[in-house]
C-alpha cells in the first residue's frame, strides 16, 4: 500500500461521527459586521481576483468523505510545506497578507488554504478567513471551513483538524459568507481563559 493511499484511508477513517459525539461541532455563531484586517484590505487591493463578492448560501457544503480528505491533504501539505516566519523577518514590516511559496506566517498559511480548497471545488462562501486569540493573548488566523455537520478549523498550529467549538481559541471575527471583503464579529461564549501576551 503506498504512502498517498494510506494517508487517504487514514483520512477517510477520521471522518468526525457528529452525529454520536457528545461534543459534536456545531456553526460558529456570528454577529454584526466589524472591521476589516488592515492586512487583508491591503492584501484585497492587491489581489482583487481573490477577493471578489461570495453568493451566500443559505446552507453550508456537506461534508462528505471525499470534502474530509481534501481538507486533510490541503491542511497537512501546507503545514509541511511552509516555514513559520514573522511578516518582519520577511518583508520587514508588521503586518503583510500573502500567499506564501516556502515561508510565511498564520494569515499566509490560511490564504494559501483557502486557495487550494476553492480550486478544488469548496464554495468560497464556506471557506472563511478567522481571527482568534490564542490562550496567551496572542493574535492568531485561521481558516474556517463551512459544513452541514458544522464549523471546522484548519492551523497551522495544530495538525488536527477541530471543530471551532473544540479549539482553546477565543474566536474574534471572520469574514462574512457573503462578501469576502466584509467581516463578522463572533459570539463566542464559551468558557475559554485567554491572558496576555507573555504569560
Same mark, same amino acid.
Given at each position: 500500500?503506498?504512502?498517498?493511499?494510506?494517508?487517504?484511508?487514514?483520512?477517510?477513517? =477520521?471522518?468526525?461521527? *457528529? !452525529?454520536?459525539?457528545?461534543? &459534536? %461541532?456545531?456553526?460558529?455563531?456570528?454577529?454584526?459586521?466589524?472591521?476589516?484586517?488592515?492586512?487583508?484590505?491591503?492584501?484585497?487591493?492587491?489581489?482583487?481576483?481573490?477577493?471578489?463578492?461570495?453568493?451566500?448560501?443559505? =446552507?453550508?457544503?456537506? *461534508? !462528505?468523505?471525499?470534502?474530509? &480528505? %481534501?481538507?486533510?491533504?490541503?491542511?497537512?501539505?501546507?503545514?509541511?510545506?511552509?516555514?513559520?516566519?514573522?511578516?518582519?523577518?520577511?518583508?520587514?514590516?508588521?503586518?503583510?497578507?500573502?500567499?506564501?511559496?516556502?515561508?510565511?506566517?498564520?494569515?499566509?498559511?490560511?490564504?494559501?488554504?483557502?486557495?487550494?480548497?476553492?480550486?478544488?471545488?469548496?464554495?468560497?462562501?464556506?471557506?472563511?478567513?478567522?481571527?482568534?486569540?490564542?490562550?496567551?493573548?496572542?493574535?492568531?488566523?485561521?481558516?474556517?471551513?463551512?459544513?452541514?455537520?458544522?464549523?471546522?478549523?484548519?492551523?497551522?498550529?495544530?495538525?488536527?483538524?477541530?471543530?471551532?467549538?473544540?479549539?482553546?481559541?477565543?474566536?474574534?471575527?471572520?469574514?462574512?459568507?457573503?462578501?469576502?471583503?466584509?467581516?463578522?464579529?463572533?459570539?463566542?461564549?464559551?468558557?475559554?481563559?485567554?491572558?496576555?501576551?507573555?504569560?
Amino acid at each position: 500500500m503506498t504512502q498517498k493511499i494510506r494517508s487517504g484511508l487514514l483520512a477517510i477513517l =477520521a471522518l468526525p461521527m *457528529l !452525529t454520536t459525539s457528545s461534543n &459534536a %461541532a456545531s456553526s460558529m455563531p456570528s454577529g454584526l459586521r466589524t472591521s476589516q484586517p488592515i492586512g487583508h484590505y491591503q492584501f484585497c487591493q492587491d489581489n482583487p481576483s481573490s477577493c471578489r463578492a461570495k453568493t451566500g448560501k443559505p =446552507a453550508a457544503v456537506q *461534508l !462528505t468523505r471525499a470534502l474530509w &480528505a %481534501a481538507m486533510q491533504d490541503v491542511n497537512n501539505s501546507i503545514n509541511t510545506m511552509i516555514e513559520p516566519v514573522t511578516d518582519m523577518d520577511l518583508w520587514g514590516v508588521e503586518e503583510r497578507w500573502s500567499f506564501p511559496v516556502n515561508r510565511g506566517d498564520c494569515e499566509d498559511y490560511v490564504l494559501l488554504k483557502q486557495k487550494q480548497l476553492q480550486e478544488r471545488g469548496v464554495p468560497a462562501s464556506d471557506l472563511l478567513i478567522t481571527v482568534v486569540r490564542q490562550k496567551n493573548g496572542a493574535g492568531h488566523a485561521v481558516l474556517t471551513v463551512r459544513t452541514d455537520r458544522g464549523d471546522f478549523v484548519l492551523d497551522n498550529l495544530e495538525p488536527k483538524i477541530l471543530a471551532w467549538n473544540e479549539t482553546e481559541y477565543k474566536f474574534l471575527k471572520r469574514q462574512s459568507e457573503k462578501n469576502a471583503t466584509q467581516w463578522v464579529s463572533v459570539d463566542d461564549n464559551r468558557q475559554v481563559i485567554v491572558g496576555s501576551v507573555g504569560q
